[in-house]
């Protein structure tokens, strides 16, 4: 065995013996370096040949057109990401990614991701197939809903079946609290948020008073949080207000209808007070379509309900559409499950289908199969209602 060949093996086996041991790079704790990101990092930096003379670990801070920040043992270092490959959508380098970073080159860049426990994925504008992150390694997902204007239940319904769908766990702040003239309304408006949003916790805020900040903190302590919601809805303050720091432009909505102007335009991943527990926020911008993406996972949980309900149906694949003996249908007739909640189901499960289909060849030929059905059963109901046709 040669001596360099002797060097690579001793130094890559000194990569991946110590998985267990307590975490290197202190410094990276506050970002939510662990011992599990550690053991990834010994193993995607295993081969010295591929990994680099002396790579580092580092956290995606922003990303902004082919260069990235990074949070690094070294400090913060701005790097080129075009080594990592773009060709898929799903790895393109996003904001609170872990990656290996080879700092000594001239620009510094990126060499890989660490594999994501998380990420909050919805489809594009566009009619392409293809998904787009907007956060990565996310431990929260706090969505901001404004409590200035009607609580829009469906949207609510929305953001909650992808924040599922994404791994992390989701949390409602109905803010700007302090506009809403009493605590009782307030309690009415957390309950209807509650009933849309089964397992989710619901907590009024507001970020010019400082009310329920402390509750909400304490929930986000320590974490990883994505910050979401529509323009408009108080994003901006309310992660000032968690920030402990003005970081974030507040600009006011539009008076003619309502509506929030963009605040924040980039993604980006900021440390939280200590005073408050730290941890890390994403900040994003405001998002006027979401659209969903791989969602069934989030869907069931997101109408936990209804899926319970369903198990108790005659047929397995009922549709709760008129099939005898629904479960869910009974529901709705009795009053236990509001209608509006059976409709909202139908639509996201027909968006998620439809979505799906685009990417799934087999899954297009099934719903073709299954529309040509309907079609046939169709004209035979018809055919009986009419009667047999007389011959002439």
Avoid at 349 to 357: G, P, Q, S
Avoid at 364 to 382: D, I, S, T, V, Y
Wanted: glycine share 10%.
């Amino acid at each position: 065995m040669s001596q360099s060949t002797s060097q690579s093996t001793s130094q890559s086996t000194s990569r991946t013996i110590n998985t267990s041991a307590q975490p290197e790079h202190p410094a990276l704790a506050g970002y939510g370096w662990d011992a599990g990101w550690q053991a990834e990092f010994l193993r995607a930096t295993a081969d010295p040949a591929a990994a680099g003379p002396d790579p580092l670990p580092g956290r995606v801070v922003r990303v902004d057109r082919g260069q990235c920040d990074l949070v690094t043992p070294a400090g913060t270092l701005r790097a080129d990401t075009e080594y990592v490959v773009p060709r898929d959508p799903m790895r393109v380098v996003c904001t609170g990614d872990w990656a290996v970073v080879d700092a000594t080159g001239t620009p510094p860049y990126v060499r890989t991701l660490l594999p994501r426990r998380t990420a909050f994925v919805r489809s594009t504008s566009s009619k392409r197939s293809e998904g787009q992150v907007l956060a990565a390694n996310v431990d929260h997902a706090l969505i901001a809903v404004s409590l200035d204007t009607e609580l829009d239940l469906g949207r609510i319904e929305r953001f909650v079946s992808l924040a599922w769908s994404s791994g992390a766990q989701p949390l409602l702040a109905l803010t700007k609290a302090d506009l809403v003239p009493d605590e009782a309304t307030v309690a009415h408006l957390v309950a209807d948020a509650e009933s849309s949003a089964p397992g989710v916790r619901v907590l009024p805020v507001s970020a010019r008073t400082g009310a329920g900040l402390d509750p909400l903190a304490t929930v986000l302590a320590g974490g990883t949080t994505a910050l979401l919601g529509q323009s408009g809805a108080g994003k901006s303050s309310l992660a000032n207000a968690l920030l402990g720091y003005r970081t974030q432009r507040v600009q006011a909505i539009r008076d003619q209808d309502g509506k929030g102007r963009h605040t924040t335009t980039t993604r980006n991943l900021l440390p939280l007070a200590v005073e408050r527990g730290g941890g890390v926020l994403i900040d994003t911008p405001g998002l006027r379509g979401v659209g969903l993406w791989d969602a069934e996972e989030g869907l069931g949980q997101a109408f936990s309900e209804i899926e319970e309900l369903a198990a108790d149906c005659r047929f397995q694949d009922c549709a709760h559409e008129a099939e005898p003996g629904c479960a869910v249908l009974a529901a709705v007739e009795s009053g236990a499950l509001p209608e509006r909640r059976l409709h909202s189901y139908r639509k996201l499960l027909r968006e998620n289908t439809r979505l799906a289909a685009r990417t799934d060849a087999r899954l297009r030929a099934q719903q073709r199969k299954l529309f040509k059905q309907r079609q046939e059963l169709g004209r035979h109901l018809g055919e009986r209602k009419r009667g047999p046709r007389r011959k002439a």
